[in-house]
């Protein structure tokens, strides 16, 4: 399955998304290419692929993504290669990605797909994290806040909404949602082999 996980920015995604992949080690998160700058902190090739809007332009058009958008004025695409290796080996693959990306896969990959948005629990605790993070300028944080309306308002297109209030609640819910998408009838591939064995026994 592909986990798809989407939220204003500052409201608690990669957070959230680095507590599940601790708790489920075999979940695989798909790395992002960018044309935003590193943070403080960040690395190359395990929170972005940092490249030029020149590779980002070349990779779009060879077709080697599998989505992409334009969001803060920086590019963001999902790279098509890994993704295509994980799922044919059966893995689950965890995206972090905005509304765009989300609809954009959900055209591409259907079925496979879990959608969860986050959402903060106020617009005062938002803009509390986008500054306490220390990440960005004051006029990137002012930037994102301006278009956190805009990414909120798509919260109708997701499967499951989560209020990261408090941090240990919505890891739960989080974790419980894969767990159960992870026991869906339709995703145990191996489940009618499963049973055929057993009733060989009966
Ligand atoms: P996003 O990936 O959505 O932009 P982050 O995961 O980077 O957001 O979180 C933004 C900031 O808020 C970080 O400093 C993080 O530690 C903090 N944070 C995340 N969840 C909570 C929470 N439930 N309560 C308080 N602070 C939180
Ligand atoms: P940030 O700059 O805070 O890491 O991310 C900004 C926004 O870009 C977030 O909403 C994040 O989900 C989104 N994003 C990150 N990677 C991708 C991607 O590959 N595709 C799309 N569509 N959005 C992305």
Redesign the pocket.
Known sequence: MMLV??????AG??TLCDGLLKAHRDLMM?V???T?KP?TG?THGE??FFISNDEFDKMQADGE?L???S??G?Q???PKGPVEKLLEKGKDIL????????S?LSQTCGDELCRVFILPPSAKALGERLSGRGT?TTQVVAQ?MSQAAD?ISHWPEYDYIIINDDLDKAQEEINAILIAERAQRQRMLFLQDFVDDMLKSL
């Open positions: 996980v989407s939220s204003p920015s500052g995604k990669t798909s992002s290419v960018t935003r943070r960040e929170d972005y993504l989505e992409s958008a969001v803060f920086n963001y695409g999902t995206f972090d990605v905005d509304w765009q990306g989300a954009q960005d994102r990414e």
